[in-house]
């Protein structure tokens, strides 16, 4: 449909026309402000906890330790350079012996979802997969955060008022 | 930040300028931001429903099906204008 837009505004005489392609969804996706009446009820990425510790694939398991450690934290996602999301780091696999890599120790590929996925449907299915915390990334894979079902259950009860 | 007026020269071709060398550029994710930062205009052509619900920032909204002269008389012709509808389809 915007390409047909795009042509249409050109032949009314606008100089300088873009379409972006990729559209509403991507933008949604990339976790990005939104405006409208969906707006009331807040997404996974506006309610995802930001800060969540990162390492690079080839940290040390001792070293990741200590920085969890330090900060409080059971979890650590591994981004590659890019900062693409490439595995989880928690419970045994941070047992590892100190000299493993953080890519060698990693849970491989985890499940995440998009910024803007609908909280209720969301809940839903943590609830009834008895999953806690799930890894919310962007349309191009970077971490965005980690969505409690907790917190996702308390801003949908804030927003039902 | 991308400047308009590079965009546009990228967008009609090295030294040309002319109306009729004119056509609508395709840009991905990453070069919308720096085009509305530099003051783009933003058209949403779904419709209105669709707009209602969930739209991006500052965006106005204008369904195709309504894109007439006077439906666009708002927008200025000589600023970048970036249209967008729900995805690639």
Aim: hydrophobic residues 40%; charged residues 30%; negative net charge.
């Amino acid at each position: 449909m915007s390409p047909r837009a795009a042509w249409r505004l050109e032949r009314l005489g606008f100089t300088q026309v873009y379409d972006f392609v990729p559209g509403k969804m991507a933008w949604l996706a990339m976790g990005w402000p939104r405006e409208g009446t969906a707006a009331a009820v807040p997404n996974a990425g506006e309610v995802a906890r930001r800060g969540t510790p990162t390492c690079a694939l080839d940290d040390r398991i001792g070293d990741v330790r200590e920085t969890l450690l330090a900060v409080g934290r059971h979890v650590c996602i591994v981004v590659n350079a890019a900062g693409i999301v490439e595995g989880r780091l928690r419970g045994r696999a941070l047992e590892e012996t100190p000299e493993a890599t953080a890519e060698e120790a990693m849970e491989l590929g985890p499940t995440t979802i998009r910024p803007n996925e609908r909280l209720e449907p969301l809940v839903e299915r943590m609830r009834k997969r008895g999953v806690r915390t799930i890894i919310v990334s962007d349309l191009k894979g970077q971490l965005v955060g980690i969505l409690y079902r907790e917190d996702a259950e308390r801003a949908l009860e804030a927003a039902r008022g | 930040m991308v400047e308009l007026g590079e965009m546009a020269t990228r967008n009609w071709g090295k030294g040309r300028g002319r109306r009729e060398d004119a056509m609508p550029k395709e840009i991905e994710i990453d070069e919308i931001r720096p085009l509305l930062d530099a003051g783009a205009q933003l058209v949403e052509v779904l419709p209105e429903p669709e707009y209602e619900e969930e739209h991006l920032p500052g965006a106005i909204n204008i369904p195709l099906k309504q894109m007439t002269r006077e439906a666009v008389a708002g927008l200025e012709k000589d600023r970048a204008v970036i249209v967008y509808c729900w995805d690639y389809l």
